[in-house]
């Protein structure tokens, strides 16, 4: 199991209050893995999600960090959703 995957569960966990959020989505880390995340926070795991959304490490870091907005990182082409589009922008509300 990735370190890198580890710490950036972690600090989902620390953006999202508890139930927050009661679907399931997974980031898709392109050559990490992917973390999911549901109503029991995040976690490093590889399973089936209402949304998927897949982008590189460093967009990864960004959105995470607060430095790029999920949403212009998909209208850039940088992030790609596969799945319920609702649920994606219901977490983006979430991290911010």
């Not at 580890?6 to 959020?21: I, M, R, V």
């Not at 430095?67 to 082409?77: E, H, I, K, V, Y």
């Amino acid at each position: 199991m990735s370190v890198t995957l580890e710490q950036a569960a972690e600090a989902l966990n620390g953006k999202l209050d508890a139930g927050e959020f009661d679907s399931t989505a997974k980031f898709q880390i392109e050559d990490l893995g992917a973390i999911m995340l549901d109503s029991d926070g995040a976690r490093v795991g590889d399973e089936e999600a209402d949304v998927t959304m897949t982008a590189d490490a460093d967009t990864f870091q960004s959105i995470l960090e607060g430095d790029l907005n999920p949403t212009a990182a998909f209208m850039s082409g940088k992030l790609t959703i596969d799945g319920d589009m609702g649920t994606a922008m219901k977490l983006a509300s979430a991290l911010s």
